[in-house]
């Protein structure tokens, strides 16, 4: 399993650099500024380190599982291919376990990449590679993982971590017209373990390829010898270490208003890479702040969200923070300040054309590392702030900027949310999880624009069952539940269609839940936004229409006649439900299945844990595909359901594994 520990995997680690002379005055700064040198920077975290606290972070309910930190991936806009994965961004890649060039599927699963062919409509396996480079002996302990991949060009990058041999690995390989891969190079980069139970470790856009990674530090020394690096990787062991910042390149957090200093802890490092060189090339920009943050992809810049512990003895309210915003373009970062905290990155929401960042918030939350985005709380305020008030991070959002939507209920847990062109949707899920009938959910809809029909107040919506997901299509949105009777140990899939720009008599219509489909004897296989994806059919790009799938795991209770209940994310195989959508209803088409024979042993020996589930529904033009562990089943529609047209099995062999 992957480590949780308070200990970090510090990232090949070596001799502090000489920091000059230690007794240099500290430096306190009242704006966002960059260090002059190391000795400036050595001597300014020396005297904040003195003042450091244990307490456990807010929301956070076990302290060991506390401190550890997470890296994540971002990427710049610029023009971009259609994707097969259901990203947050148009335009911004994330990283995800299948990617397609050209006719070619290529897959990651367990410490492999796979590729298949589909040219000429056929579906034929073609090659198969190790994920990490040759030579390694992967740790089979649960020390190693290997996560994520992106594709650009004819490059495949996988992005994994490793405990043992230290840090966040990026190792590029070569993709070639018969669909065959070739090891290229393997580079190690300075961070903590980048897990989130929310968010995706990787984006690219065109060649580019960013990377937050936040390191704890202590002490001056700790500063000084963790700055971002980057290794190549070599097989005798001796990878030349080029570091990617001097101090000149690490801003210090200012301090809120009403404190004498900032509060420190945590080093977040922004470093971007050029994919499609020979050689790997990068350049990192760093900024010293607190641990607690989310970050977000915008077009053109990476938003951190950094919120501050609340002192001892703070009255309630909103939680002090700062925003910082790093231009993919190298230009350097801005800050403002706010209150509050968003609960993930659906959270966020750039609108460039009006110059303005929302961000829905609570009162206090975790940040987004790990399963912190599972415990946040208070009330949820829309912050709806203008790019130009982004500088040297004095300025803070006006009271005007904020609008407030209301109090969670006494009851609530388990906050989602998503932005569609016009609303900010988020819901709560109540009751006893283990009650009978499964507890109920909040629903609430709120207007960006307050001075439309439906005004400053969110309208809100009851419904059973726990809310799993909230995918926007076209311009309205799907909510998927998950109804239970644990008595019965019977479960169901629930789709609601979220009317939100239905017209009558030239009027807009108060949003509703339009159309209700139950999916009886089945339950969700995980709830990853990448799970899930919608395609929009060819004659209505506006989405009004199309076709969506969904992994779920269908077995038969006690009665036969419901799913067995089990909360196991990732040993369960999955089939795909595949469903369309049309005047605001949800049909359904059919399950592409699983074949039980096809979960062989495979001889696992490295990240052997589908933290990112191993199904995904594929849209290729009008071809229906269902990802399912080792297979992969194309479909077709015929008279409004779905029917098996072929599948093919990748799957190795376990003596080729071993």
Known sequence: MRKRSKALAWVLSAAALAAGSASAAPVTTQRLTAFGSSVEMAAWVAHRSQDE???????????????????????????????ITNNQEAGVDEGDIVKMRGDTLIILRRGRLFTVDTANGGLKAVDSIDAYPPGVTPDADGDDWYDEMLVSGDWVVVIGYSYGRGGTEINRFRLDRRGRLTFVDSHHLSSNDYYSSRNYASRLVG??????????????EE????LPALVRWREDGRGVRRRLVEAKDVYQAPPLPGTAEAEVNTLHAVTRCDLAQPRLICRATAILGPWSRTFYVAPDAIYVWMTHDRPRGAKDGFSSSLIYRVPLDGAAPQAARARGAPVDQFSFAEDAASGLLRVLVRSEGGGDAMWRAEFSDGGVALLTLPLSRFGDGAAEARSEDYRMLGLAPDNGWRMLNRFTPDHVIYSFSGGDRSSSDGGQSLISIAALDPAGPLG?????????????????????????SRETDHKAERSAVVFRSLDLNTTWNDRRLPPRLSHTYRLTAAKGAETRSH????????????????VMGLPVVRTAGPSGDGAVLSDDLFDDAADMALLRRGQNRVSPLGVLLSDPAGQMDDGCTVSCVDWYGDARPIFVGNRIFALLGYELVEGVERERSIRELRRVSFAPSARARH
């Open 53 to 83: 606290q244990a307490d456990c972070p807010p929301h956070v309910p076990d302290c060991l599982d506390s401190m550890v930190e997470e890296l994540v991936v971002t990427g710049s806009r610029i023009s971009a291919p259609s994707s």
């Open 207 to 220: 060649t580019q390829l960013v990377v937050y990674a936040p390191i704890e530090v202590d002490t001056a």
């Open 223 to 226: 500063a000084l010898a963790d």
């Open 456 to 480: 400053q107040t969110p309208m809100s919506l009851l419904a059973s069952g726990a809310v799993e997901r909230i995918e926007p299509v076209g311009q309205d949105a799907l909510i998927v």
């Open 531 to 546: 799970a899930f994806f919608y395609q929009p059919d060819m004659d209505r790009p506006d989405g009004e229409r199309g």
